[in-house]
C-alpha cells in the first residue's frame, strides 16, 4: 500500500463520517448542532416596552440600548437575559409586550423582572 | 458527474487547481466583510467588562471565563481582520485561514449563529487542499491536489440548502409565509427603536406583503418558492447547460436573504456565492 493509498483512504473515511453526521444531526434528530441548518425554520421573538426604577422613580427604557448592535429580534429567553441585565443597571423592570411565535400572537408581560407569557 | 466519480475514485479525479484559489480569494472577501461589519456601530467595545454580552456570558460560563473572553476579544477580532485580508492576498494562505477559522470559532463562543458555522467550514475546507496558490497568481493545472478540499465545500453547500429544505418543509411557521411576516414587520415595527440603521425594507414591499391574513399567504408564495430554488440550485450548479441560471437565481436569493439582516447575513452569502466556482470541476 502507497502514501498516496493510504491518504486516499483517510480522505474516503472522513467523507464517510462527515455524510454519516450530516443525516444523523440534520435529517435524523434535527439537533441544530453543526451540520445541521435551521437557519429560518422556526422564530420566535418579543416586542416589549419596558420600564425601569425603584418604587416611584420608573423611567421607560429601551431595550435596544442594551443589546449588542445588530439584533433586533429578541427570544423571550434572550429578553430574560436583558431584564435581568437592566434590573441591576436600572432598578426594577416592569413591562407589556407581545410574543410572535409559530402560533401567531400572544401578549407578554415583565414583572418584578420576570418575563411571564 | 465529477463530483461522484471524485469519491468513487478515492478523490483522485483531477480539477482545476483554479477552483479552489479563486474560492479562497472570495471566502476571504466574505470573512473580511463579516469581521468588518461586526465592528461597525460599537463592536469593538461589545465585550466590555460591564455590558450586557459579558454580563450574558458570565451567566452562561461563570466569571472568570467571561472575563478572559472580554480580556482577549479585540486581539482576537483585529487578528482575524488582518487573517481575511491575507488569505485574499494569499499571503501563507494556510495559516491564514487558520487564524481566520479561529476567530470565527471564537466569535461562536458569544453569538451561536449558523451562518457562522457555514462560513467557519468553508474555511476549514481550504485546508487540506494541496494548492492554495500564492498571491493572486492562479494556478493553470488540472491535478487532484485539491479535488478533496473542493468536494467537501460541495458536500457542505448541498447539505445547507438541502437540511434547509428539509427543515422548512416540516415547518408549518415558514411554509404558511407565517415565519417571513413576522420577521420583516416585527422588525420594522422595532425600526426607531434601534439605536443604528440596521436595514432598510422598501415601503412599497411592506404594503404589498402586509402582515393581515392575505399577505401572509403572498408570504406563503416567497417561502415555497424558496424552498423550490433551495432545492433546485446545487443540481443545476452540475449541469452546465443550466448554471448560468443557478447562477443568476442564487445571487438574487441570496440578495434578499442579505436585505432581511444585512449585516449578519453579507459575508454569509458571499461565501455561499462563493462556494458555486467549486461545482465546476
Not at chain 2, 454580563?55 to 467571561?66: I, S, T, V, W
Not at chain 2, 404558511?176 to 415595527?189: M, P
Not at chain 2, 399577505?215 to 423550490?228: M, N, Y
Not at chain 2, 443568476?248 to 434578499?256: D, E, K, R, Y
Request: with cysteine; net charge neutral.
Amino acid at each position: 500500500m502507497t502514501r498516496a493509498d493510504l491518504i486516499s483512504a483517510a480522505q474516503v473515511s472522513v467523507t464517510v463520517l462527515v455524510l454519516l453526521r450530516m443525516i444523523w444531526v440534520g435529517f435524523l434528530r434535527e439537533s441544530g448542532k453543526i451540520l445541521s441548518w435551521p437557519m429560518f425554520t422556526i422564530g420566535c421573538s418579543v416586542i416589549v416596552n419596558l420600564k425601569a426604577g425603584d418604587d416611584e422613580a420608573t423611567e421607560n427604557v429601551n431595550v435596544f440600548d442594551f443589546l449588542p448592535s445588530g439584533e433586533f429580534a429578541i427570544s423571550p429567553s434572550e429578553l430574560q437575559l436583558v431584564v435581568d441585565y437592566i434590573a441591576i443597571e436600572r432598578g426594577q423592570v416592569n413591562g407589556t409586550g407581545r410574543m410572535l411565535w409559530e402560533g401567531g400572537e400572544k401578549p407578554i408581560i415583565v414583572e418584578d423582572s420576570h418575563v411571564v407569557s | 458527474m465529477w463530483f461522484l466519480d471524485s469519491i468513487a475514485s478515492g478523490f483522485s479525479t483531477p480539477t482545476s487547481e483554479s477552483r479552489v484559489q479563486y474560492f479562497r480569494i472570495l471566502i476571504g472577501v466574505a470573512c473580511f466583510a463579516k469581521f468588518s461589519l461586526a465592528l461597525l456601530y460599537r463592536g469593538w467595545y461589545r465585550l466590555e467588562r460591564g455590558g450586557y454580552t459579558h454580563h450574558a456570558l458570565q451567566q452562561r460560563m461563570g466569571k472568570d471565563q467571561a472575563d478572559l473572553i472580554s480580556a482577549t476579544y479585540r486581539p482576537v477580532i483585529a487578528i482575524r481582520l488582518l487573517a481575511s485580508i491575507a488569505v485574499t492576498c494569499g499571503i501563507s494562505p494556510r495559516i491564514s485561514a487558520l487564524l481566520v477559522l479561529g476567530g470565527l470559532f471564537y466569535e461562536l463562543i458569544y453569538e451561536y449563529r449558523y451562518n457562522t458555522i457555514y462560513i467557519a467550514l468553508m474555511v476549514a475546507c481550504l485546508l487540506p487542499a494541496g494548492n492554495l496558490g500564492n498571491g493572486f497568481t492562479i494556478s493553470d493545472q488540472i491535478s487532484s491536489a485539491n479535488t478533496w478540499a473542493q468536494f467537501l465545500a460541495v458536500l457542505i453547500t448541498i447539505d445547507l440548502y438541502w437540511n434547509g429544505v428539509w427543515l422548512k418543509v416540516r415547518s408549518p411557521q415558514f411554509m404558511s409565509g407565517l415565519l417571513l411576516a413576522q420577521f420583516v414587520h416585527g422588525a420594522e415595527e422595532v425600526k426607531d427603536r434601534l439605536p443604528y440603521r440596521e436595514f432598510f425594507y422598501p415601503r412599497a414591499l411592506l404594503k404589498a406583503l402586509d402582515d393581515s391574513p392575505a399577505g401572509i399567504r403572498k408570504w406563503r408564495l416567497s417561502a415555497q418558492a424558496t424552498i423550490i430554488l433551495e432545492l433546485a440550485i446545487p443540481i443545476a450548479l452540475f449541469v452546465p447547460q443550466v448554471r448560468p441560471w443557478a447562477i443568476s437565481i442564487g445571487i438574487i436569493l441570496h440578495t434578499a436573504f442579505a436585505l432581511l439582516k444585512p449585516r449578519g447575513i453579507i459575508g454569509f452569502s458571499i461565501a455561499t456565492l462563493a462556494s458555486y466556482i467549486l461545482f465546476v470541476p
